[in-house]
T-cell receptor, first 113, second 117 residues
Framework: DQQVKQNSPSLSVQEGRISILNCDYT??????FLWYKKYPAEGPTFLIS?????DKNEDGRFTVFLNKSAKHLSLHIVPSQPGDSAVYFC????????????FGKGITLSVRP | GAVVSQHPSRVICKSGTSVKIECRSL??????MFWYRQFPKQSLMLMAT?????????EQGVEKDKFLINHASLTLSTLTVTSAHPEDSSFYIC?????????????FGQGTRLTVV
């Protein structure tokens, strides 16, 4: 049973436009959410996170929105750049002392020049 | 940000041999580290949680006798794939959460591409 779902396997957007990557979760105990970017044969790189006490967190071109009632979060990248092309993973955890992260399957983002 | 270093980045070994992968937190102490495995075009699957000074906690379906984890210090965890078989070929990634200052992000190593021939 997948607790973190990224239902769209891929997304293609034009450079300069907005990229919106979606993520849904089922475990109501999750209260901390993260987005990671990953290139092939490399470890994931942390992008941005959000605690359940917030509904929005912004860092430069990246904004994460959280809708707790819908158990849904999204990552907005604007403006999108070709260098953003990668696989993006949504992850969730509770804030227990040594909580593990549960990952979605990832979305492959392609930004066309 | 915090740095997690993983070594080696890639290794090729013969079937039946053992391979050790190291994961180090370079600028913070990690009482807990996590080991993941990623199959092609799939998500990161948690294999086990490595606890400093105690036994690792394995996820369901992961053979603890095959994937030996040792967390000898607050900055080092090792994963040993014993008696490796071709089906163990995969991308293995470690991570650690830097809890200092209230941070809860998990930082990942560079990953290890294991190929068993």
């Amino acid at each position: 049973d997948q607790q973190v779902k990224q239902n769209s396997p891929s997304l293609s957007v034009q450079e300069g436009r907005i990229s919106i990557l979606n993520c849904d979760y089922t475990n109501s105990m999750f209260d901390y959410f993260l987005w990671y970017k990953k290139y092939p044969a490399e470890g994931p790189t942390f992008l941005i996170s959000i605690s359940s006490i917030k509904d929005k967190n912004e860092d430069g071109r990246f904004t994460v929105f959280l809708n707790k009632s819908a158990k849904h979060l999204s990552l907005h990248i604007v403006p999108s750049q070709p260098g953003d092309s990668a696989v993006y993973f949504c992850a969730a955890s509770d804030t227990g002392a040594n909580s593990k992260l549960t990952f979605g399957k990832g979305i492959t983002l392609s930004v066309r020049p | 940000g915090a740095v997690v270093s993983q070594h080696p980045s890639r290794v090729i070994c013969k079937s039946g041999t053992s391979v050790k992968i190291e994961c180090r937190s370079l600028d913070f102490q990690a009482t807990t580290m996590f080991w993941y495995r990623q199959f092609p075009k799939q998500s990161l699957m948690l294999m086990a949680t490595s606890n400093e000074g105690s036994k690792a906690t394995y996820e369901q379906g992961v053979e603890k006798d095959k994937f030996l984890i040792n967390h000898a210090s607050l900055t080092l965890s090792t994963l040993t794939v014993t008696s490796a078989h071709p089906e163990d070929s995969s991308f293995y990634i470690c991570s650690a959460r830097d809890r200092s200052g209230g941070n809860t992000e998990a930082f990942f190593g560079q990953g290890t591409r294991l190929t068993v021939v």
